[in-house]
């Protein structure tokens, strides 16, 4: 079974930057993508960073220029670096990762979760 844990979620006033830690554990063949999700009160999930495996990136309007994110293979860590954050990006966000497994002698693609940090920009 795979596990992702993150970390990193936090108080921040405006402007300010945190940054977001997802580590997983477990056994895989590949990671496929890395994602980054969030969701504030009464709005709908937003996907806002993703990492595909050869390492192209793609961002949210609402987040680019500001986010970034990246990975530690040899950690088995993604992080997602938040700077100049807004009232706006507050929410709990999420790490999701795609990964090549074999399950009961079956190879498939699998969703896993982290379970998510708050992050809070206030003054």
């Known amino acids: 079974q795979v596990q992702l844990v993150e970390s990193g979620g936090g108080l921040v006033q405006p402007g300010g930057s945190l940054r977001l830690s997802c580590t997983a554990s477990g056994s895989w063949l590949n990671i496929n993508t890395m994602d980054w999700y969030r969701q504030a009160p009464e709005k709908q999930r937003e996907l806002v960073a993703t990492?595909?495996?050869?390492?192209?990136?793609n961002y949210a309007n609402s987040v680019k220029g500001r986010f970034t994110i990246s990975r530690n293979s040899v950690k088995n860590t993604m992080y997602l670096q938040m700077k100049s954050l807004k009232p706006g990006d507050m929410a709990i966000y999420s790490c999701?990762?795609?990964?090549?497994?074999?399950?009961?002698?079956?190879?498939?693609?699998?969703?896993?979760w982290g379970q998510g940090t708050q992050a809070t920009v206030a003054s």
């Open positions: 999701k990762k795609n990964m090549r497994r074999t399950d009961k002698g079956r190879v498939a693609n699998y969703d896993y």
């Open positions: 990492r595909t495996s050869p390492g192209n990136t």
